[in-house]
């Protein structure tokens, strides 16, 4: 599966709260969100529009190495 080309950083929240991240702070144009679920977890997402690939696939990875899934389960869970 291939990382979508077009994902905002509001769409990337919307999709994360999936896996219980919500919004707990912003600055400037940077959204820090945080998950209790599989123990406390933070990620710092771009609000930009389109997010650059190289930064959504780190994102994806940080995400699903906390999750302790591979990258393509979560890619799959969240595009799929």
Do not use: C, W
């Amino acid at each position: 599966m291939r990382i979508p080309r077009d994902l905002s950083g509001e769409d990337l929240l919307k999709l994360l709260k999936k896996y219980g991240y919500q919004a707990s702070r912003q600055i400037g144009s940077h959204i820090r969100l945080t998950t209790h679920e599989n123990g406390e977890h933070h990620i710092t997402i771009p609000n930009h529009s389109p997010i650059k690939i190289g930064t959504l696939s780190a994102i994806l990875s940080d995400v699903a190495t906390h999750l302790e899934k591979t990258k393509e389960e979560v890619m799959q869970e969240l595009f799929g």
